[in-house]
């Protein structure tokens, strides 16, 4: 027969009360070792995948040579590339100036290409005319594409004068 049947009771209790304590640290631990695996492999997918910059193509569709009359000297902003059509056929050269890397215009009155940052000028084969540029602009590889455009590769010069493509 139990003496203090109030002792018993709360003796359950404190250990219904001791059994929720423990659960709720083994959800803690457990929650815990989630969140701390979750940045694990969040740093670990990090650390593994490549760390690479995505950049433009240097290859770029300037457009179709019936945009280009003859004569004429056709600056792309988008990509600071101009476009020439001579008598001798199409070419393309870098609108960024020697100098300092400004980017330059065409004058259609001088006939000239100049810089605006500090003067240079260009004749439209890209020869330095006057200012402190120290080089020419650089002809781009260019061709005619199977759909019919012209294409420019700004990441390979050729040498100046070399290549004029029909089209
Ligand atoms: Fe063109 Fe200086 S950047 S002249």
Not at 4 to 15: R, T, V
Not at 52 to 73: K, M, N, W
Not at 101 to 117: E, H, R
Not at 127 to 156: N, Q
Request: net charge negative; glycine share 10%; with cysteine.
């Amino acid at each position: 027969m139990n003496d203090h049947p109030e002792k018993e009771a709360g003796a359950g209790e404190d250990e219904e009360h001791f059994l929720s304590r423990r659960e709720f640290f083994i959800k803690l631990g457990t929650g815990s070792l989630a969140v701390a695996g979750a940045g694990a492999a969040v740093f670990a997918v990090e650390y593994l995948s490549p760390n690479v910059l995505y950049e433009p193509s240097p290859i770029v569709s300037a457009g179709r040579p019936d945009h280009f009359p003859l004569h004429s000297v056709t600056l792309d902003p988008r990509f600071g590339v101009y476009v020439v059509h001579s008598a001798k056929g199409f070419y393309a050269m870098s609108a960024i100036c020697t100098h300092l890397g400004c980017m330059t215009v065409w004058k259609q009155d001088a006939g000239v290409i100049a810089c605006p940052c500090h003067g240079s000028t260009f004749q439209r084969n890209g020869m330095v005319r006057g200012g402190p540029a120290p080089r020419p602009l650089p002809w781009l590889k260019t061709w005619v594409a199977s759909d019919g455009e012209i294409m420019v590769d700004r990441s390979t010069i050729i040498p100046e004068e070399s290549e004029y493509i029909q089209a």
